[in-house]
């Protein structure tokens, strides 16, 4: 059986050695990158319901489901109190996405929950942070790298006056015959004339 221990003294966390219950002599030390998604969940888990616990914030469910370069999402409302946390990044900044972006995350729920107005990174969502005694950063720093989902692919179209580069959406739209114009001299997007 696996377990994470997270113990805190005077607000500041500590996140103990990923830990592997010993089946001979000897406790080994299992890499993050070998965590699974349900053992990053509890840790995740634990370190809000310990935060909830302290600063008396509605527990929000939570979901490892996010994808792409954002480490974590917060879905306050009438509906829904919810914390979306991506996994890629989550395992490769295991102890800063305790200490950081799950108090980030966290505190915009808190905003919400005390019926604050600012904006959500502003002045009022900064106090909460500094509250829990973390730095108030807007973004992460994380390399991403790893947690890219895809690349976007572009079209060449041509107008009277430029090249344009059109997402596959727009592409996709102008083979079934939607027809999108240049902003600048108006004339039809055209796509290349096929050689030959």
């Known amino acids: 059986m696996s377990q994470i221990t997270i113990m805190t003294h005077d607000d500041s966390t500590h996140v103990s050695e990923w830990q592997q219950s ?14 699974s998604d349900a053992d990053l969940l509890r840790a995740a888990q634990q370190r809000i319901a310990e935060l909830c616990t302290r600063y008396r914030i509605t527990l929000p469910s939570v979901s490892l489901d996010l994808r792409g370069r954002c480490a974590g999402q917060a879905h306050g409302g009438d509906h829904r109190h919810h914390i979306k946390l991506n996994a890629v990044l989550f ?56 947690a890219r989902t895809r690349t976007v692919s572009r079209y060449t179209y041509h107008c009277a006056c430029q090249t344009h580069a059109v997402s ?29």
């Not at 959406?169 to 030959?196: E, F, I, N």
Request: glycine fraction near 6%; hydrophobic fraction near 25%.
């Open 22 to 35: 010993p089946t001979a002599e000897s406790t080994t030390t299992m890499p993050q990158q070998q965590m």
């Open 91 to 146: 395992r490769d900044n295991f102890a800063e996405f305790l200490a950081q972006t799950i108090p980030h995350e966290l505190c915009h729920l808190w905003h919400h929950q005390l019926g604050l107005t600012g904006r959500p990174h502003g002045r009022e969502w900064q106090a909460l942070m500094q509250k829990m005694n973390v730095p108030p950063r807007r973004c992460h720093r994380y390399d991403t790298t790893r």
């Open 168 to 196: 596959a959406v727009l592409h996709h739209r102008m083979q079934r015959g939607q027809t999108y114009r240049c902003r600048k001299c108006r004339s039809p997007l055209t796509p290349p004339t096929p050689p030959g």
